[in-house]
């Protein structure tokens, strides 16, 4: 059976209006959320650069048969001493499932390998060109094939934790769904999940213009909101939101963590004061913040 509580109380009862500006995050930063892309860029190109110098190798890999299902991956000089293998941070871009790409996703990298860890940015088809249960079908067999390959990439299958932002949070929590996939049981399971200013019931999303790129109607957009679907068994999930974002965002944070609590699911959420829907991912690996510092509990470290 769904669960009963929906993430976003009230939405129903908003004007198209509202739920226009709830559901655009840019709306608490002026509109302008372009350099904030850029940043992403600039410091994802930094972070690799600094993680080669560390001795770190990048590979990128095909998932599958298209030139969009690829991912990059950065193993830490460690990896091949250990008998178990690194630990894996996976990360999945947001975008509303049409912007972004891996190449703006590797500012975690650097900060991992200084910790032992691999990094993984899993890149996938962008709507129009993909639905949206077609890009989570992508970074189904994107994590599949990570779990396949972990022993040859010397990766510790069993110490993998699956992080992503706002599209990405819930693309990762679809690929966590329990029982969501029948005769399909995930052959990567990852210990935790790290969700950043996610949205996890997407109906709200049919009447506003972000769906002309998605095509969603309401029956959809249901069975592509894992706070819809049973959540019993999901695995242990840390969420957080920045400061500056709308209520919209926060509430459906708030919730399905509440969601994920009521099945007995581990789950912390607070939120990053003075951080954005932009940036609040930069934090995502930095141990000097809170959310850096959660990310990395979550491995033990």
């Not at 003075?274 to 979550?298: I, K, Y």
Request: hydrophobic share 45%.
């Amino acid at each position: 059976m769904p669960n009963t509580l929906t993430c976003h109380p009230g939405w129903r009862d908003l004007t198209q209006a509202e739920l226009e500006r709830e559901y655009t995050p840019s709306s608490r930063i002026n509109g302008n959320y372009q350099p904030f892309l850029e940043a992403n860029a600039t410091r994802s190109a930094a972070a690799r650069e600094r993680a080669l110098a560390l001795g770190s190798r990048w590979h990128e890999f095909r998932y599958g048969t298209k030139a969009t299902q690829r991912m990059d991956l950065c193993l830490p000089p460690s990896a091949g001493t250990r008998r178990s293998g690194a630990g894996l941070l996976v990360f999945i871009h947001g975008g509303y499932w049409q912007e972004l790409s891996a190449a703006e996703s590797l500012f975690p990298a650097a900060q991992c390998t200084a910790h032992g860890l691999a990094f993984a940015a899993i890149d996938y088809t962008l709507a129009p060109a993909a639905s949206v249960g077609q890009i989570v079908a992508e970074c189904r067999t994107a994590l599949a094939w990570l779990a396949d390959h972990a022993s040859e990439l010397r990766i510790d299958n069993d110490n993998i934790v699956l992080a992503g932002s706002s599209a990405g949070a819930q693309l990762a929590a679809m690929t966590c769904l329990p029982v969501s996939w029948p005769g399909q049981e995930p052959t990567c399971r990852p210990r935790a999940l790290m969700l950043v200013s996610g949205i996890y019931e997407l109906e709200p999303l049919v009447a506003t213009s972000v769906n002309a790129a998605l095509g969603l109607d309401a029956a959809t957009a249901r069975s592509l909101s894992p706070a819809l679907h049973p959540l019993r068994g999901f695995p242990t999930t840390v969420i957080c939101w920045g400061e500056i974002e709308t209520e919209a965002f926060k509430v459906q944070s708030q919730q399905f963590a509440a969601a994920l609590r009521a099945v007995g699911t581990p789950c912390e959420a607070f939120e990053v004061p003075g951080r954005n829907h932009f940036d609040v991912v930069l934090d995502l690996a930095e141990p000097q913040t809170l959310l850096g510092r959660h990310t990395l509990s979550l491995f033990g470290l």
